[in-house]
Structure formats: structure tokens, C-alpha cells
């Protein structure tokens, strides 16, 4: 994914950004492919690199976390774009975490109510068992 241009200064190369985020480097490759973090490509000789600005560090270790707290990659999309353009401010995070723990809640009602269906339908096979 290619942005605005950006001085060579400021530009980190791949490995740098997963050393520092503590990924792999197939992981930064992943999230750049989905377009969640941006960086500008540069040719030097045959090869193409990928240069990305010193705030890709901090984004890569935030969408480690979100990750860990259950949201997707794809998810992820806007929310990395809302971050990028400065407007995930304090009030839309705090939108976004209600609204993944209403689903959480959610999934973890639908789990219970399966949960109690498996074990009456166990309790069921084992009665019809102790008859036979």
C-alpha cells in the first residue's frame, strides 16, 4: 500500500518495525497487505522495499491487542484507518470496546444455552442407557 510520501529519516524498514512490536515480519507483511498499517514503497536497485513511519510500531502492538480482546483483523480495518487519520479519540474506543463486549456477551449466552442442551441431551442418552 503505498501513502504520502514521508522523509527517509523518518522511515523504518520491516524488520525494525516487527523487532519493535515484537512480531514477525510476515505479520507486518499480513497487516500491510489488509491495509491496516500503511507503509510507502521505495525501489532500491531490483528490490522493493517497505518503508513505514515511526507511529506503524505503536499500531502494530495495538492491533496485537485488540486482537488478544477479540476483534478480528477484518474488524480491525476501519478502526486502524479511524487511527491513522487521528480520529480514534478516547470516546470511540470506549464505543467500540462496549459494543465487543455486548458481543462476547452474547456468544457467551448462546454457548451457555448449548451447554445446557449437550448436557440434557447426555443426561437423556444416559437414562435411555440404564432402561435398555
Do not use: N, W
Request: proline residues 2%; charged residues 25%; hydrophobic residues 35%.
Amino acid at each position: 500500500m503505498v501513502h504520502s510520501p514521508q522523509s527517509r529519516e523518518q522511515a523504518t524498514l520491516i524488520g525494525e518495525v516487527a523487532r519493535q512490536a515484537g512480531v514477525s515480519r510476515d505479520t507486518v507483511r499480513l497487516y500491510t497487505r489488509l491495509g491496516l498499517v500503511p507503509c510507502q514503497s521505495r525501489q532500491a536497485g531490483s528490490r522493493l522495499y517497505a518503508d513505514y513511519d515511526e507511529s506503524a510500531v505503536t499500531l502494530v502492538k495495538g492491533i496485537k491487542i485488540a486482537q488478544s480482546i477479540g476483534f478480528t483483523l477484518s474488524e480491525l480495518g476501519p478502526i486502524a484507518a479511524a487511527y491513522i487519520a487521528g480520529s480514534l479519540d478516547d470516546s470511540r474506543q470506549r464505543q467500540l470496546l462496549a459494543a465487543k463486549l455486548d458481543q462476547i456477551d452474547d456468544k457467551r449466552r448462546q454457548l451457555g444455552q448449548l451447554s445446557e442442551s449437550l448436557h440434557a441431551k447426555l443426561e437423556d442418552q444416559g437414562q435411555a442407557r440404564g432402561r435398555a
